[in-house]
């Protein structure tokens, strides 16, 4: 079993709907939680980071349920521009070291 | 650009080579790490530096690769005797000191192909 696992999708959905993503962890001693996005042939970039109060950036939103080792993402009113991979990203540490990416979801949004 | 870089962003060496990446990170992080990715699998965690100091090795990496930073700046990978399955994307992430894991910034990326 992997340590990250991810819903590879793909997931379509049309522009302005609502879409969620699930990931789950196995270390239940993981101390960070963080999504990247990758678009297409491009590295990964910092999309937002999970805490366990749950947080918010514009139309995402990420929440983290230690006990049940789950982290979603919600995203909102999706653009077009929102298609890419999706990467869920757990780490023992709160400061540094090992990171472990899940495999990833793919969102495509269609006009 | 101030971003991450590596360099050559593509290579094609045959089986049995030795080939060298580098990373030049963000020039004040002071942590550095490398990972390789493979069509529809995410980053997988190779290594980690901390100033010149490596500090965590991915157990799955054999012997055949190795990773170093002299003097705390730019990093090179490695990897010795190449086979076909070293085939990926290997990239370079770095991020800044401080509290909090923070958000590490990737390279382009390395494409190696081992024929």
């Known amino acids: 079993r992997k340590e990250v696992e991810q819903d590879p999708g793909p997931f379509n959905v049309p522009e302005g709907a609502t879409v969620a993503f699930n990931c789950t962890y196995s270390n239940s001693a993981s101390q960070s939680f963080f999504w990247y996005r990758q678009d297409c042939r491009k590295e990964p970039k910092l999309l937002m980071s999970v805490y366990s109060s749950g947080n918010e950036d514009g139309r995402f939103t990420a929440q983290l349920n230690r006990a049940s080792q789950y982290i979603s993402l919600l995203i909102r009113d999706s653009k077009l521009s929102d298609s890419a991979t999706y990467l869920c990203?757990?780490?023992?540490?709160?400061?540094?070291?090992?990171?472990?990416f899940g495999d990833g979801t793919t969102l495509t949004v269609k006009p | 650009d101030t971003g991450v870089s590596q360099d050559p962003r593509h290579k094609i060496t045959k089986r049995g080579q030795n080939v060298t990446f580098r990373c030049d990170p963000i020039s004040e992080h002071n942590r550095l790490y490398w990972y390789r990715q493979t069509l529809g699998q995410g980053p997988e965690f190779l290594t980690y530096f901390q100033n010149e100091a490596q500090l965590e090795k991915s157990r799955l990496l054999s012997d055949r690769f190795s990773a170093e930073r002299p003097k705390g700046s730019f990093s090179t990978l490695e990897i010795q005797r190449t086979e076909q399955g070293d085939s990926a994307m290997y990239l370079c992430?770095?991020?800044?000191?401080?509290?909090?894991?923070?958000?590490?910034?990737f390279g382009p990326g390395t494409r190696l192909t081992v024929l």
């Open positions: 992430a770095s991020s800044l000191p401080g509290q909090g894991f923070g958000e590490q910034f």
């Open positions: 990203v757990v780490n023992e540490r709160t400061n540094a070291g090992k990171s472990t």
